[in-house]
């Protein structure tokens, strides 16, 4: 499975933006997909997934109830919409993929995604 994000950029405080992930290869066999992020000197953080019916979701403390989690499965695409938007969101934004279907607390987990996109900038200015 090969990951695709995109829709990063420069916005202000309090905007929004609307991050997507393509996949392709074996789609038909993803069920958890996620978002990750990090930000310069700290450790890639989990901000939301999302299970392959889209009728479970889950998301970080910080981002909860800004940011919401979707996907296309016709589409075999992901998105983050993000609003309200902080400095301290500004990161690298990565989306994150697995054949696999795991309970809540480990969807927040990096080992549990075997395939990764290559990340799209997000910078939140005040």
């Known amino acids: 499975v090969q990951l695709q994000a995109y829709g990063g950029g420069l916005v202000q405080v309090g905007g929004s933006l609307r991050l997507s992930c393509a996949a392709s290869?074996?789609?038909?066999?993803?069920?958890?997909m996620g978002w990750f992020r990090q930000s310069p000197g700290k450790e890639r953080e989990f901000v939301a997934s999302?299970?392959?019916?889209?009728?479970?979701?889950l998301y970080a403390d910080s981002v909860k109830g800004r940011f919401t989690i979707a996907r296309d499965n016709a589409k075999n695409t992901v998105t983050l919409q993000m609003n309200s938007l902080r400095p301290e969101d500004t990161a690298v934004y990565y989306c994150?993929?697995?054949?696999?279907?795991?309970?809540?607390?480990?969807?927040?987990?990096?080992?549990?995604?075997?395939?990764w996109g290559q990340g799209t900038q997000v910078t939140v200015s005040s």
């Open positions: 994150a993929a697995d054949f696999a279907v795991r309970p809540g607390p480990m969807q927040k987990l990096q080992r549990s995604y075997a395939f």
């Open positions: 290869g074996r789609t038909w066999s993803v069920y958890d």
């Open positions: 999302i299970r392959r019916s889209g009728g479970v979701t």
